[in-house]
């Protein structure tokens, strides 16, 4: 049974820092390529960061260029986003997703809310 299992989401003050891991489950985790979504009530749900399966690749939306940072440790079956200088527009629920040709899956997601 394939899963992927967000955790770290919590409240975080504007400027802070928090670490999301994705433990997946199931499926051959060096073989896909994952990445970090994120969605907010009303608004469609948007790519974050993606990383290749090999982890030499990554890619981020504009908006957190230069303030997260992708990784993957393929022993462990984990990806992780690394969230630094964190903004109120950041706040949304975080989904991990793994892809690999026709496969998609998709993790519960976890909260990640930036206040003060």
């Known amino acids: 049974q394939v899963q992927l299992v967000e955790s770290g989401g919590c409240l975080v003050q504007p400027g802070g820092s928090l670490r999301l891991s994705c433990q997946a489950s199931g499926f051959i985790f060096y073989y896909f390529a994952m990445s970090w979504y994120r969605q907010v009530p009303g608004k469609e749900r948007e790519l974050v960061a993606f990383i290749d399966s090999t982890g030499r690749r990554s890619n981020y939306a504009d908006s957190v260029k230069g303030r997260f940072t992708i990784s993957r440790d393929n022993v462990k079956k984990t990806v992780y986003l690394q969230m630094n200088s964190l903004k109120p527009e950041d706040t949304a629920m975080y989904y991990c997703?793994?892809?690999?040709?026709?496969?998609?899956?998709w993790g519960q997601g976890t909260q990640v809310t930036v206040s003060s």
């Open positions: 997703n793994a892809w690999r040709s026709q496969e998609n899956y």
